[in-house]
């Protein structure tokens, strides 16, 4: 239970009104008690829940919680010293530190199938922002980021990942220290129109 969650989500908002209350948490306002056991098993179940143009499941749940979170995000700094942009990255890993569960979504495409590899790659998506509305709907907070770990070939080896598969986020969940900032959004006539033929 998100017992310091501050999150909006609520009973009370009809569905609607809760997808458009999501908001991308800062990782450093991402605190314990993270989600039970019980809660991860629905927010897996809600991730699943995902477009899948032929049934191929081209995609994995890697979660990352407790000691071996702390010992992910360890070696990860160490490798981070390794790089000429050491100062850098080790920011950017800090903030996997924060949030009490971390589910990184990994790409498994299958090449030259008949289902294009970019659909696939684009159902690996929806399943990140399924995890973040997931989330929110559970109490939740969380944010969806990527970083040098999800492109550095010996951060990725710290995952196991097959041949071939790709981060295609890693997303941080946990309870909410504090709520997200509101920022100015696009307008739906910013960038949507009406085809006209």
Do not use: F
Not at 61 to 69: S, Y
Not at 119 to 125: D, F, M, P, V
Request: charged fraction near 20%.
């Amino acid at each position: 239970m998100a017992s310091t969650a501050i999150n909006p989500a609520s009973d009370a908002l009809s569905p609607a009104d809760l997808l458009a209350s999501r908001r991308s948490i800062v990782p450093d306002a991402l605190v314990g008690p993270g989600p039970s056991r019980a809660e991860i098993d629905r927010l897996v179940e809600i991730a699943l829940r995902v477009p899948d143009h032929g049934r191929l499941s081209p995609w994995r749940l890697i979660l990352v919680a407790g000691e071996t979170k702390d010992r992910w995000v360890e070696r990860l700094l160490a490798l981070a010293d390794t790089r000429e942009d050491a100062a850098k990255v080790r920011v950017s890993t800090r903030k996997l530190a924060c949030a009490p569960l971390v589910v990184v979504v990994v790409s498994a495409a299958i090449p030259g199938h008949k289902v294009p590899e970019w659909e696939q790659w684009l159902s690996a998506g929806a399943m990140c922002m399924n995890l973040l509305n997931g989330a929110h709907a559970m109490g939740y907070g969380a944010n969806w980021l990527t970083g040098w770990h999800a492109y550095d070939a010996q951060a990725t080896a710290l995952l196991g990942l097959e041949e071939g598969q790709k981060v295609a986020g890693v997303v941080l969940v946990g309870s909410i220290a504090e709520p997200a900032t509101p920022r100015p959004r696009v307008g739906a006539e910013d960038v949507a129109r009406w085809l006209t033929l």
